[in-house]
C-alpha cells in the first residue's frame, strides 16, 4: 500500500482533529476554553495599560493640589496662632474686654 499523501487541502488547521474531539470532548472543550481564557487576560491587560496612564497624571495632579492646601492651611493655622497669641496678650493687659466664650 502507498502513503496516503496530503496535500494542502487535507492539512487540518485546529489543533486537535475532529476524531480526537469525537473521542475525548471534554479535554477538546477544555482546551479551547484555555485558550479563550489565554486571550481574554493578554487583551483586557493591554486594554489597561492606557487607563493606567491616565490615572496615574490624575493622581499626580491630585497630589499637587493637595499639597499647595496643605501648605495654605498651615499657613492659616499660623496665622490664627498668632493672632491668638496676640489677643491674649492684649486681655492680659487690659488693653480690650476679654471675649465671651
Known amino acids: 500500500m502507498a502513503?496516503?499523501?496530503?496535500?494542502?487541502?487535507?492539512?487540518?488547521p485546529?489543533?486537535?482533529?475532529?476524531?480526537d474531539f469525537a473521542k475525548n470532548?471534554?479535554?477538546?472543550?477544555?482546551?479551547?476554553?484555555?485558550?479563550?481564557?489565554?486571550?481574554?487576560?493578554i487583551d483586557i491587560k493591554s486594554t489597561f495599560v492606557g487607563q493606567i496612564q491616565s490615572q496615574e497624571y490624575r493622581i499626580s495632579n491630585l497630589e499637587h493640589k493637595d499639597s499647595l492646601k496643605t501648605q495654605a492651611l498651615?499657613?492659616?493655622?499660623?496665622?490664627l496662632s498668632a493672632t491668638s497669641t496676640?489677643?491674649?496678650?492684649l486681655e492680659d493687659l487690659g488693653a480690650i474686654k476679654k471675649s465671651v466664650k
Open 3 to 12: 502513503a496516503k499523501k496530503e496535500g494542502v487541502l487535507g492539512a487540518n
Open 14 to 19: 485546529l489543533p486537535i482533529s475532529f476524531k
Open 25 to 41: 470532548p471534554i479535554v477538546g472543550t477544555l482546551f479551547v476554553v484555555l485558550i479563550g481564557i489565554s486571550y481574554l487576560y
Open 74 to 79: 498651615m499657613e492659616c493655622k499660623t496665622a
Open 86 to 89: 496676640k489677643l491674649e496678650t
